[in-house]
């Protein structure tokens, strides 16, 4: 059974930072891309950042470059997302995703981790 | 950035009845189209991929449609479970990957 669960959220003061982490099991980690997506509250999906599978290729959202930086251990079947000089606009639940078998969506999500930027 | 518009933003249907959520792109995303399903503080599921491609486990009751910048979710019956939050997602121009900003289906 794919499982992900997220863990590393809280509360955190504008302009401090917060490291994700994301634990894989069930699959061959190394052979997919992973993703995070996040949610504001009462909001719609954005995603946010997305690693290929040796870590080679990473692409952002705009909003996060310079500052959001995803990065992945695939002896730990791991995926983190380093957040630095966090905005008030950053709060969200943040999600791990999978990439699919034919494409670039999301067939497994973990629960999510909770990010609250607030002084 | 190809931008995802989901209409209408809320639907009232019935239990029994057909539900039609519908997806537009301001660009052709050929069949990269999924769509997702999201409960209260959960998270969200797939539920068709390619655009009319069920997921694994997904009911048959659900199906997709469409291909360039329209597309179509359709719920045959709704049961109970049914009521939730959808959202569109393109696949075929990133980044970014683009969401819609969903259709709240709500028991009538």
């Known amino acids: 059974e794919v499982q992900l669960v997220e863990s590393g959220g809280g509360l955190v003061q504008p302009g401090g930072s917060l490291r994700l982490s994301c634990a894989a099991s069930?699959?061959?980690?190394?052979?997919?891309?992973m993703s995070w997506v996040r949610q504001a509250p009462g909001k719609g999906l954005e995603w946010v950042a997305n690693i290929k599978q040796d870590g080679s290729e990473k692409y952002y959202v705009d909003s996060v470059k310079g500052r959001f930086t995803i990065s992945r251990d695939n002896a730990k079947n791991s995926l983190y997302l380093q957040m630095n000089s966090l905005r008030a606009e950053d709060t969200a639940v943040y999600y791990c995703?999978?990439?699919?078998?034919?494409?670039?969506?999301?067939?497994?999500w973990g629960q999510g981790t909770p990010v609250t930027v607030s002084s | 950035e190809v931008v995802m518009t989901q209409s209408p933003a809320t639907l009232s249907v019935s239990p029994g009845e057909r539900a039609t959520l519908s997806c537009r792109a301001s660009q052709g995303v050929n069949s990269n189209l999924a769509w997702y399903q999201q409960k209260p503080g959960q998270a969200p599921r797939l539920l068709i991929y390619?655009?009319?491609t069920r997921a694994t486990g997904i009911p048959a009751r659900f199906s997709g449609s469409g291909s360039g910048t329209e597309f179509t979710l359709t719920i045959s019956s709704l049961q109970s479970e049914d009521f939730a939050v959808y959202y569109c997602?393109?696949?075929?121009?990133?980044?970014?990957?683009?969401f819609g900003q969903g259709t709240k289906l709500e028991i009538k």
């Open positions: 995703a999978r990439y699919g078998d034919h494409g670039y969506y999301f067939d497994y």
């Open positions: 069930g699959f061959t980690f190394s052979s997919y891309w």
């Open positions: 390619g655009a009319s």
């Open positions: 997602q393109q696949y075929n121009s990133w980044p970014p990957y683009t």
